[in-house]
């Protein structure tokens, strides 16, 4: 069994469309193929939401007509005999009929997810219609009937599991599977997602779940590369990376994977390959248990960092000072990105300031409290980092001229992280492509 996931701009266009039904025709594994929204479905639909939340039905309106047209089009393309587009046609309109009647009663957070979900809806039901016309084996899994979150909105391997399990079983005939990324059932019952570009984690999810053989990740990019390509002019795609590694980089900026995606891989040993539609051949990167070569392999940039120095001389020979610190944290369910200590002073960044003043008010009995904004964290990711010759002094060398605020390395031997003012962030990521990759 294989995963095989294709993002929007993978299934965007009718001609792309086919194209994915050629990879997943290529060889006869039997195979799960997750697919998201068609590109800029899923904006739309926020869209929508976002005019209903507001009461501005007309609004909402011409977004439903416009993406109503689009499909049309969509379908004229995919398809070629009148029977086929006369069903597709079908199909998608009862989809819009839904958000025509939505227009009509009031709004609420579990019919905005319901809008939400009908791009992976109709994507994944043209796809069939295509596979079909073309004779192609396959059967639909509808995602609702296995895919579910629980009451803090967190996957449940273990029953997801036992219903793709049961659901394989029905369909044991079938060697080709179709189901949408992204949706979900939650505790309550209701249709739910798993956040924007959770698709990836869908397909994860089902590796994970299925022990599947690989989880491709298809995009159309040939994989992570090692530095962002739109701030540097040379960047090379990493050949390899350990489930630690991806995490950090995903996680600290590298676009083409979701944060969340790569732990129920991780967690059943399911290697990770992200591939390019646009090139099959190339070999992208593997992601896996061992971390493979030795050294630095990638910089990845996060912006919207606060950074906030508590300053006490009480904390001096303390104990307990920073536990009490982190609480205020905890309360207000804000993370901690990055830390570092001195004797007297703590300094810790986040990622949001929606409780910021909540959490300085508090912070201030501990001591002298300062706050920096507009800050990038500059995660710099690979393998065995400080056994690698110079990799530090190299580092440092290369950002003499840039006025780092904070330094945080040793937590794990496969990061060395940054922080840097946002107004310094494309000069660091230069700095480092040429002082580290020498590109
Ligand atoms: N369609 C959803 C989004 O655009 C999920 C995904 O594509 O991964 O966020
Ligand atoms: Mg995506």
Redesign the pocket.
């Known amino acids: 069994m294989k995963v095989m996931k294709f993002?929007?701009t993978s299934v965007g266009k009718p001609e792309r469309m086919k194209e994915v039904a050629q990879l997943i025709t290529k060889d006869n594994d039997r195979k799960i193929v997750v697919l998201?929204?068609l590109s800029g479905t899923?904006n739309a639909l926020v869209e929508i939401s976002n005019h209903l939340a507001n009461g501005d039905r007309s609004s909402a309106k011409q977004v439903i007509e416009k993406l109503h047209d689009h499909y049309q089009n969509f379908i004229q393309e995919l398809l070629v005999t009148d029977v086929a587009r006369n069903q597709a046609k079908g199909i998608i309109n009862e989809h819009f009929e839904f958000l025509h009647i939505i227009l009509r009663i009031s709004f609420s957070e579990a019919l905005n997810k319901d809008i939400l979900a009908q791009?992976?809806l109709m994507s994944t039901k043209l796809f069939s219609a295509f596979l079909e016309e073309n004779n192609i084996d396959h059967v639909l899994l509808p995602a609702l009937e296995f895919m579910t979150i629980d009451a803090n909105e967190e996957p449940q391997l273990g029953s997801i599991k036992i219903k793709l399990a049961q659901l394989l079983k029905k369909h044991s005939d079938k060697n080709i599977l179709i189901t949408q990324?992204?949706i979900c059932k939650n505790a309550r019952g209701e249709v739910d997602n798993l956040k924007?570009?959770?698709?990836?984690y869908t397909a994860s999810l089902i590796a994970a779940a299925s022990k599947s053989a690989v989880c491709e990740i298809w995009t159309d990019i040939d994989g992570m590369h090692n530095n962002d390509p739109r701030i540097v002019n040379k960047t090379v795609a990493i050949e390899q990376l350990s489930f630690d590694e991806a995490a950090e980089l995903a996680y600290f900026g590298a676009k083409i994977l979701h944060p969340t995606c790569i732990w129920p891989a991780q967690q059943e040993n399911v290697p990770v390959k992200l591939l390019n539609t646009m090139q099959p051949e190339a070999a992208g990167t593997v992601i896996t248990k061992e971390a493979g070569s030795v050294g630095v392999k990638a910089v990845a940039a996060k912006d919207g960092i606060i950074a906030i120095k508590i300053k006490s001389s009480r904390m001096l020979l303390a104990y307990g000072f920073l536990r009490k610190v982190f609480e205020v944290f905890e309360k207000y369910k804000t993370s901690i990105d990055m830390i570092t200590t001195s004797e007297v002073a703590v300094s810790v960044t986040i990622d949001t300031d929606q409780f910021l003043p909540q959490i300085v008010k508090e912070l201030e009995p501990f001591g002298t409290v300062d706050i920096e904004k507009e800050q990038t964290i500059v995660s710099i990711v690979g393998n065995e980092i400080a056994k690698t010759d110079y990799v530090l002094q190299k580092l440092f060398e290369s950002l003499k001229e840039i006025p780092i605020t904070m330094v945080s390395y040793g937590g794990s031997t496969h990061n060395i992280t940054l922080l840097v003012p946002s107004s310094h962030k494309i000069k660091t990521l230069q700095l480092l492509n040429s002082g580290l990759f020498g590109l």
């Open positions: 993002g929007g998201s929204a899923t791009g992976e990324g992204y924007r570009g959770g698709s990836d």
